[in-house]
């Protein structure tokens, strides 16, 4: 007999019976396993009495091993008879000894659904104009002439932008230290590539000057990351960028174009599709910004905790394949603890209020995931991973992440009609046409403004903490 009592929303408490016949299993179970790790004069491995493992171990040890052993077998059967679904680890509350076993209370968590969707039809979601001006053109074109300049001796100071020739040596407790020097080296001023304050001692120098300055070796040199060295400079030579002239000829050398004005011409529709792209992305997030922020949903603690287990993880890994241990995150961001725990846990709040809005939206607008697409998009992660499909296939079986695929896509697909039924539109109230996402839910950004997929990143529309790179 199972009770079920509500306390919370999504939050039940299931009171468990436990009975002699089942602790007397429990202790079969609990002698056995214990007796396997014990030597016990007189008898094979495994095979000791019940009561000869009682003796060795106490009866309140054999006991409590006995209700650890019996406790996931009731609550198994009880979750079959209430057909109540956990979406996360059930927790154990509370045992209570009766006269004939024990009864037992266990918190079930149930994933959270939705009564009133927000009204998502018809919404209009301002954003910027992709509009390209005859300088952004520019700045692309100068950035391919930057691309083919050449380098020429100049007798007079250098500058930002300048290079030099230069041998640079650094000394460390008065010794030459050979992994902060090097000789005939080719160094663009302002680039802040090499040694603390050795653009500033460049600037204004010419061919022949000697500079001597203190520096701080930066972090990424190991056991001597962060120590102060005497750095002596000599510059040889001051060389200029010689930009090529931007002519019809020159572009037909180094394009596809003919002309200036052809370049120009398809430079400006490369820079509004790219612009476009990145707009379609900050139109969902902003859209599902403004509908999370109007979703009535209580979210149960333990979810918050299991998804903010994860949330970290993910991130740990990500900082894990930088080389980055946390504590030295931590000190890079300025970040204390308490800080980052909070960002997670925000994090893991924002990630499940999105979640269940697409899947609510999902359901309401009568969305599915067709075999075909989960096909698609196996055979596509497959090629990316260059497995083959089968073994892929296998592999997302054996690990249980089909079913979080085919959720990905359902989201996605979600993401894709709210972005139907809305409109973006200038500050003006102009609306503004936006690319259709590809065939695997993705709208491409090259401007860094933002992605959009078939992956967990479409849930995820504020960012984890920042990565660093070093």
């Given amino acids: 007999m199972t009770e079920v009592k509500e306390v919370g929303p999504f939050e039940r408490i299931l009171t468990l019976t436990i009975d002699a016949a089942a602790l007397d299993a429990g202790k079969r179970s609990a002698a056995a396993r214990l007796a396997k790790d014990s030597k016990i004069k007189g008898f094979r491995p495994g095979k000791a009495p019940v009561k000869v493992i009682e003796s060795m171990v106490g009866a309140a040890t054999l006991r409590k091993e006995a209700i650890d052993d019996a406790i996931p077998k009731a609550l198994a059967a009880a979750i079959r008879e209430t057909e109540i679904i956990p979406v996360v680890y059930p927790r154990l509350e509370d045992v209570r000894d009766l006269a004939d076993g024990v009864e037992v209370d266990v918190r079930i968590t149930l994933w959270p659904t939705v009564e009133t969707l927000p009204d998502y039809s018809g919404r209009r979601i301002v954003v910027e104009r992709p509009d390209v001006t005859p300088e952004d053109v520019d700045s692309q074109i100068e950035r391919m002439r930057d691309q083919f300049a050449e380098l020429e001796d100049v007798s007079r100071e250098a500058f930002d932008g300048d290079f030099v020739l230069a041998d ?6 008065g010794k030459e230290f050979a992994a902060g020097s090097a000789n005939d080296m080719l160094y663009e001023i302002g680039s802040g ?7 500033d001692a460049l600037r204004g120098s010419a061919a022949g000057r000697i500079l001597e300055f203190p520096s701080t070796l930066p972090e990424q040199m190991g056991d001597e990351g962060g120590r102060v060295v005497e750095v002596r400079v000599l510059v040889k030579q001051v060389k200029a960028k010689r930009l090529p002239e931007l002519t019809d000829e020159w572009v037909s050398e180094v394009s596809e174009f003919e002309t200036v004005d052809e370049m120009r011409a398809e430079l400006r529709e490369q820079i509004h599709a790219i612009r476009l792209r990145g707009l379609r992305a900050e139109f969902e997030q902003r859209l599902l910004a403004e509908l999370m922020d109007e979703l009535e949903v209580e979210l149960p603690e333990p979810l918050i905790d299991a998804e903010m287990d994860s949330v970290f993880h993910r991130f740990a890994h990500r900082l894990e394949t930088q080389g980055i241990e946390l504590d030295r995150y931590l000190e890079l961001t300025g970040q204390d603890r308490d800080r980052f725990v909070d960002d997670l846990r925000s994090q893991a709040a924002l990630n499940l209020r999105s979640r269940i809005l697409l899947e609510a939206v999902a359901e309401h607008e009568g969305i599915e995931v067709d075999p075909e697409e989960l096909e698609e998009a196996i055979t596509a992660l497959a090629a990316a991973a260059r497995v083959p499909t089968g073994e892929y296939r296998t592999a997302l079986q054996e690990g249980g992440q089909e079913d979080a695929l085919s959720g ?3 989201r996605r697909k979600a993401v894709n009609r709210l972005a139907e039924l809305a409109a973006a539109v200038d500050e003006d109230g102009n609306e503004i046409e936006l690319p259709a996402p590809t065939a695997s839910g993705e709208t491409g ?3 860094g403004e933002g992605e ?9 529309t504020k960012p984890e903490p920042t990565e660093v790179e070093e």
């Fill in 452 to 460: 959009g997929g078939t992956s967990e990143d479409v849930a995820d």
């Fill in 168 to 173: 640079v040596k650094t000394r460390l407790d």
């Fill in 193 to 199: 590539s090499l040694l603390e304050g050795l653009d």
């Fill in 408 to 410: 990905d896509i359902l």
């Fill in 445 to 447: 950004n090259d401007e």
